[in-house]
């Protein structure tokens, strides 16, 4: 697929086509214009087409009547984002411009894989709802970074206690905030669970330090062993959000297919969350819904899908599975070339 031009429905949109026809690579540019990474960790050489340097995506995107030109560059020539014709932009103004979520065939890893994803998902909603949120976090990383260089070079104990003071302040702005975010999704996150899974569900959040202590006290608990790993090994950069299915840890007793719907409760409750914060509707990328699914989770699944009022674009490989109720804009690829059918 050399060059596409596309244009979406504000409403539903379904892209079919076999498998390998180019599908999932047109979500992926899609998610890139609104995070500047690839969904599916694709590194820049995967990206770029075979035998060029660099890849380019342009779009526009309109809300409250206030038209978004975006544009990413990414390849040899190192990635450039632009906003509004403004160059040298970040990510975060592309997360902002464009906010959208992603349910692709490896969403269970939200609930099955590592804490890190566990943590982005409460950030992305904290970026989104909390103003300075993103400025306290930064200032978080760059404190931790900087308290982990001390340990590396076996800093004098008086540098040590300065930094504790600071990760301290910091790290405990940052928990409160994920605090106040968890409390905000839980109600709507447990009512989507309990359609999708039939189960009650529930959000158990471990904070990264002992709960009987400040995060001071624990950093200077533990300097000790900070100092023998070389980094920080306490803090909100260690939180978790245990996910629960009838008060079972979800991470480890139950099927992926539950895992899979679990993790979609989790994002339509974020995308309900912020969306109603922002007051417009969100882009919901969903790449083959149906996969890992029977047939009566996904009559379960669509149904809270179109209860948001996204704007969506899903994929199949079979146009004529009942994904929506109304006819979405349909469109078709077949080796690499896409066009609307109706």
Not at 86 to 104: F, G, M, R, T
Not at 164 to 182: P, S
Request: some cysteine.
């Amino acid at each position: 697929m050399a060059s596409a031009e596309l244009e979406f429905d504000a409403g539903h949109n379904l892209i079919y086509g076999a498998n390998g026809a180019g599908k999932t690579s047109i979500l992926e540019a899609v998610a890139y214009l609104g995070r500047a990474r690839s969904f599916r960790g694709a590194g820049n050489r995967e990206l770029v087409r075979h035998g060029q340097e660099d890849f380019v995506i342009f779009g526009r995107a309109v809300a409250e009547n206030r038209e978004i030109t975006l544009g990413v560059r990414n390849g040899r020539s190192g990635l450039d984002i632009h906003v509004n014709g403004e160059k040298n932009q970040s990510a975060a103004s592309l997360v902002e411009a464009l906010p959208l979520q992603i349910v692709d065939p490896d969403i269970h890893n939200l609930v099955a894989g590592g804490p890190e994803g566990r943590r982005r998902y409460i950030d992305w909603i904290a970026f989104h709802v909390e103003q300075g949120y993103l400025e306290g976090w930064r200032r978080f990383r760059r404190a931790l970074k900087q308290r982990n260089a001390a340990l590396r070079e076996n800093a004098a104990p008086a540098v040590l206690t300065g930094w504790n003071e600071e990760l301290g302040k910091l790290g405990v702005a940052v928990d409160a905030t994920r605090r106040r975010m968890i409390e905000i999704v839980r109600p709507a996150f447990e009512e989507f669970g309990k359609t999708l899974l039939r189960s009650p569900v529930s959000f158990e959040y471990l904070q990264g330090w002992s709960a009987n202590k400040t995060l001071h006290e624990a950093l200077a608990d533990v300097i000790d062993r900070d100092l023998q790993f070389s980094g920080t090994q306490v803090g909100p950069h260690r939180a978790d959000l245990k996910v629960n299915v009838e008060d079972r840890r979800a991470r480890k007793l139950v099927s992926r297919g539950q895992q899979k719907l679990l993790a979609c409760a989790m994002i339509l409750a974020a995308t309900e969350v912020v969306q109603a914060h922002l007051e417009k509707p969100l882009l919901l990328l969903l790449d083959d819904p149906a996969a890992e699914l029977d047939r009566d989770a996904v009559f379960r699944l669509m149904p809270c899908v179109e209860r948001l009022g996204s704007q969506v674009i899903a994929t199949a490989l079979d146009p004529s599975q009942p994904l929506f109720t109304n006819t979405p804009a349909m469109f078709h690829v077949e080796q690499g070339v896409i066009q609307r059918v109706s």
